[in-house]
């Protein structure tokens, strides 16, 4: 799952087993150099960690957390990463640029570094399971790799949540400045409702994201809703007003598609509707977002409509 650019916006959401959501690409540069400086952090963060979480759970799903036994009946191995070369060289020059922001520069130090370690782990675990090496040693380099493995990890997910928090507040900032620009210039148009509808969405995200039976505020989640549906109808209702100036239907059917998994979810936590047998078996799995009301289906719209945002012409 991809990260937003700073041209547009962005949540994490970095639930185990799922990854963090992308971010959106923030305002277009102008004059701000921030927005410049923060972009190859997000093209770093949506190319590789999606990937590397990924990689993670299709490990877990057959390897215990303890490690491999040898008596596994299905052993799938690991997802490797790309080359980090181009993402590494993008945060030395990111790094380099102005404004200095020691916290920042660090993170994406540290994030580019766990990168480059990951990388290798995760070439000689696929190696040595692709091969189908376990079969002839008992597993026992598997358990050597295990907790090497696992270290690498976990530093890259330390490292991720770190970049990510500092890039997304960034971003926040960018994103309301941007927003704000638009309607001094230009007033209330397609560029300015697609933008707010990115920012409510984040929004809406960011409330429900978290584990339902513990963060979940059915007051603020129905507000947010209510707030995101209006600017679907305003930026409908502009194109139909407007017929050149229409949004993609693409992007609109995405956005729905998001409002509909939020609303699901809330009436899920709203009304205690219980998970049936056949939910719970795809709960926690690749499959976790064909449950409907589940926040893996959330974060799978919204990484959706993120990727549509990020295609789309800039704003």
């Known amino acids: 799952m991809r990260l937003c650019l700073a041209t547009k916006i962005c949540a994490a959401g970095l639930a185990f087993g799922l990854g963090p959501t992308p971010l959106a690409r923030a305002a277009d540069p102008g004059p ?44 799938y191995g690991v997802y490797t990463l790309d080359d980090p ?21 660090k993170a994406g130090t540290d994030f580019a570094t766990s990168l480059i370690n990951l990388v290798p782990a995760l070439k ?52 309301l400045e941007h927003l704000a620009a638009i309607e001094n210039q230009e007033g209330r148009k397609t560029s300015y409702y697609v933008l707010a509808l990115m920012i409510k969405a984040k929004a809406v995200q960011r409330t429900e994201r978290g584990d339902p039976a513990k963060d979940f505020d059915i007051s603020q989640a129905a ?61 926690g799995g690749q499959g976790s977002w064909m449950v409907e009301g589940s926040p893996a289906a959330l974060t799978r719209n919204y990484n959706q409509l993120i990727e549509r945002f990020n295609s789309s012409p800039r704003i």
């Open 124 to 175: 000689e675990a696929d190696d040595y399971y692709e091969q189908g090496d376990y079969k002839d040693d008992k597993m026992a380099k598997g358990k050597l790799l295990h907790p090497k493995l696992m270290a690498a990890w976990d530093s890259f997910a330390a490292a991720d949540t770190q970049l990510r928090a500092m890039v997304e507040r960034i971003n926040d900032q960018i994103q």
């Open 85 to 105: 070369a181009d993402c590494s060289r993008g945060i030395e020059q990111a790094n380099k640029m102005e404004p200095h922001d020691a916290s920042l520069e």
């Open 223 to 283: 507000q947010g809703l209510e707030a995101l549906e209006a600017l679907i109808k305003d930026l409908e209702a502009y194109g139909d007003a407007h017929p050149g100036e229409k949004a993609g239907s693409i992007f609109l059917s995405a956005a729905r598609s998001y409002l509909k998994s939020g609303k699901e979810l809330m009436r899920r936590v709203r009304d205690k509707i219980p998970y049936n047998p056949g939910e719970k078996m795809l709960l």
């Open 32 to 75: 701000s150099s921030l927005t410049e400086k923060v972009q190859p952090y997000i093209a770093c963060l949506n190319r590789h960690s999606g990937r590397a979480f990924d990689s993670r759970a299709r490990y877990l799903s057959w390897s215990a957390k303890s490690g491999p036994t040898g008596k596994e009946k299905i052993v």
